[in-house]
């Protein structure tokens, strides 16, 4: 820091904490130009794919730590968290997929930086309660960053679309990506509403940061499906494989179901991967195999959704609440575990974390025959700090006694944080359950609390726009 043009002699933590990040984003600028001169280097489609993704990453880091220290933002100490673990998480995600490609050997060494080490030191820095419920952005049971007519349309029972998508030509669109290119066109950041009526969408969509407020409602999850077939098996990145991914903030979906139909051969494949702040799924419908929901990064809430998948099929590093869902574990490929979550935190200072509260795991039709031939678990640690609760929520007969299944040996056993807390049902037992030093099973109605929509995501803050129902506590 000494260093640094901008250096002076700090007098409060807060003005440190300002000084740390600048220092991450001089650096974050220095390495993201560094990484746009790899592409030349790149010598197969392999590297190629892993590296315009990392380009992205990079780009987006930039705009989180932006968004940190910008006076206009109005960041509270929560909001600098959240966004300083997704800096963290987009770089981590970046060599993941040279990682997974088998590719580490060349393009990545190029990339060698100290951001990510600059960005824990951010982190650290912050307050790390997990209890974050604020008051600082109210007016009138809203946030204030809700404009009036916002308020209106989102309270509204019939909400009027800003345009129709049809296949039968009877909207203004045939294809939901011609509506989002007339969204990118549209002058301001209002709510916009695309209403996609029913059929099925073979479409791969990206809903990007630069797009704010956008709204998909389908005709029901069972009409209006968005299916892609992307996956690791034919040549993509797990991040790249999405069907549809979105980074708009304030991005709410309805009545939808995303689709990825590469099936359980070709290994990873998305249906959905958010990175979208403050982002609401609602009676939505996720189906795939292995990595089915992409949780990447941000705070994001899923209300009476429907997510099918075999391994790993809810994972990612975000702060996501899934409330009232429907988790069905489906039929894997022989010799396969079924492993419901795949949580990715990497530091223990990040906000992040899955908890499921409410919901049902069950077995879907193809599995229920042979549920006895597979074992299902709720889940594994991805990462080394991975945390991931189960909250009053009903376990059936298919969840293993173990609950939990260990990653590559002793990883991560001493240092991820996985809570259930007043499951039921035939799988909810926790007397033959791992006994990991990292597991526990969580007694105080306190320590559950912090897991909860008004906490975990600071749901009072955001959700009551909506208009989207949720139950703020236990």
């Not at 077995?363 to 991805?382: I, K």
């Amino acid at each position: 820091m000494s260093h640094s043009p901008r250096h002076f002699a700090p007098k409060h933590k807060s003005d440190f904490r300002k000084m740390a990040v600048e220092l991450a984003l001089e650096r974050s600028l220095r390495a993201t130009s560094n990484v746009k001169t790899l592409g030349p280097k790149c010598r197969n489609e392999h590297e190629k794919a892993a590296w315009t993704d990392c380009v992205k990453l990079y780009e987006s880091t930039i705009e989180q730590l932006n968004k940190t220290i910008d006076p206009n933002t109005k960041c509270n100490d929560f909001d600098a968290q959240t966004w300083l673990s997704t800096a963290l998480t987009n770089l981590e995600t970046c060599r993941t997929g040279f990682v997974e490609l088998g590719i580490k050997d060349f393009v990545l060494p190029l990339m060698s930086n100290n951001v990510s080490e600059l960005i824990c030191n951010s982190l650290a820095l912050g307050n790390n309660e997990t209890s974050h419920e604020t008051n600082s952005y109210y007016k009138d049971g809203f946030p204030t960053w809700v404009s009036l007519g916002d308020r209106r349309l989102l309270q509204s029972s019939s909400i009027r679309p800003n345009v129709v998508v049809a296949q039968d030509g009877s909207g203004n669109y045939r294809t939901i990506k011609a509506a989002l290119e007339a969204a990118a066109r549209r002058s301001g950041s209002g709510r916009f509403v695309i209403y996609v009526k029913r059929g099925v969408y073979r479409e791969n969509l990206e809903i990007g940061n630069k797009m704010r407020n956008i709204m998909l409602i389908g005709d029901g999850l069972r009409y209006t499906v968005i299916t892609g077939s992307r996956s690791v098996g034919g040549g993509s990145t797990t991040f790249n494989s999405a069907t549809v991914a979105v980074t708009s903030d304030g991005f709410i979906a309805r009545g939808i179901t995303f689709r990825n139909n590469a099936g359980p051969q070709n290994q990873q494949a998305v249906a959905l991967r958010s990175g979208a702040d403050l982002s609401i799924f609602y009676r939505c419908g996720f189906e795939g195999y292995q990595d089915t929901l992409y949780v990447h990064s941000q705070r994001q809430f899923y209300k009476e959704c429907y997510i099918y998948g075999t391994v790993d099929f809810i994972f990612g590093n975000a702060a996501a609440v899934l409330q009232n869902c429907m988790i069905y574990a489906r039929r894997p490929m022989d010799k396969q575990k079924n492993t419901i979550t795949a949580q990715g935190r990497t530091d223990p200072n990040q906000n992040t974390g899955i908890s499921i509260h409410n919901s049902r795991v069950i077995a879907s039709a193809d599995l229920v025959p042979v549920f006895r031939s597979f074992s299902t678990f709720l889940g594994r640690p991805w990462k080394e700090y991975s945390r991931t609760v189960f909250m009053q929520t009903y376990l059936d007969s298919l969840v293993d006694p173990a609950g939990w299944l260990e990653w590559d040996g002793s990883f991560a056993l001493n240092t991820f944080y996985y809570g259930e807390y007043r499951n039921s049902g035939p799988g909810s037992s926790t007397s033959r359950r791992v006994r990991w030093r990292g597991y526990r099973v969580i007694t105080s109605a306190a320590e559950a609390r912090r897991f909860t929509v008004v906490n975990f995501i600071a749901g009072r803050s955001w959700l009551p726009a909506t208009g989207v129902p949720f139950t703020a506590g236990l």
